[in-house]
């Protein structure tokens, strides 16, 4: 079974991924480091060097080809708006939509060190920012609300964990 974590940039995709992935013993995937790893060069490079449609033509390949297995997999936060992606994830497993409150993904996102280029340009200005993650999230909201969980990204707990866990296992039955 697959599990896809799907929302904006700085919802904490990864980093909850990872402790999904490990209280369910299965793998993690980080989808925009397998592409990187695929294409031997960064997303920032991808996006720099052949634009974004041909960025979101590689992450539907890479989507398409992924092989079945236990796995809990981040999505970058634009694949499951693009390309009718969302009917592959909904078809190959279980979605998980973390959803996080925009000032905490906006202060997340100016603490990363990770190169985003749809916010590169408006990074350092906290107003701008704070326009454009409000501005994406309305309209990315109606794709990540198809997820099968809707879970809070801002506060995680072992509780609420636990909880998630438990939903997650409603669908493995
Ligand atoms: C993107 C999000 C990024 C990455 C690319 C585009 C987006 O992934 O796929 O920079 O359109 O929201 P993260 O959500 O992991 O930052």
Same mark, same amino acid.
């Given at each position: 079974?697959?599990?896809?974590?799907?929302?904006?940039?700085?919802?904490?995709?990864?980093?909850? #991924?990872?402790? @999904?992935?490990?209280?369910?013993? &299965?793998?993690? $995937?980080?989808?925009?480091?397998?592409?990187? /790893? +695929?294409?031997?060069?960064?997303?920032?490079?991808?996006?720099?060097?052949?634009?974004?449609?041909?960025?979101?033509?590689?992450?539907?390949?890479?989507?398409?080809?992924?092989?079945?297995?236990?796995?809990?997999?981040?999505?970058?936060?634009?694949?499951?708006?693009?390309?009718?992606?969302?009917?592959?994830?909904?078809?190959? #497993?279980?979605? @998980?939509?973390?959803?996080?409150? &925009?000032?905490? $993904?906006?202060?997340?996102?100016?603490?990363? /060190? +990770?190169?985003?280029?749809?916010?590169?340009?408006?990074?350092?200005?906290?107003?701008?920012?704070?326009?454009?993650?409000?501005?994406?999230?309305?309209?990315?909201?109606?794709?990540?609300?198809?997820?099968?969980?809707?879970?809070?990204?801002?506060?995680?707990?072992?509780?609420?964990?636990?909880?998630?866990?438990?939903?997650? #296992?409603?669908?493995?039955?």
């Amino acid at each position: 079974m697959q599990i896809f974590l799907i929302g904006f940039m700085g919802a904490g995709k990864s980093s909850l #991924g990872k402790k @999904i992935a490990s209280r369910l013993s &299965v793998n993690f $995937i980080d989808a925009d480091r397998a592409i990187e /790893k +695929e294409q031997n060069r960064s997303v920032q490079q991808i996006f720099s060097e052949e634009g974004e449609e041909k960025f979101r033509a590689i992450e539907t390949d890479w989507l398409k080809n992924l092989k079945e297995g236990n796995d809990v997999i981040a999505l970058g936060g634009g694949t499951p708006c693009f390309n009718n992606n969302l009917s592959l994830i909904q078809q190959k #497993g279980i979605s @998980i939509y973390i959803k996080t409150p &925009v000032p905490v $993904i906006v202060s997340r996102l100016k603490q990363a /060190k +990770e190169v985003r280029p749809i916010i590169e340009h408006v990074k350092k200005d906290h107003e701008a920012l704070t326009a454009l993650v409000a501005d994406m999230l309305a309209q990315r909201e109606s794709f990540y609300n198809q997820a099968n969980i809707i879970f809070d990204g801002a506060d995680v707990t072992s509780q609420s964990l636990d909880e998630l866990e438990r939903q997650i #296992g409603s669908y493995l039955l």
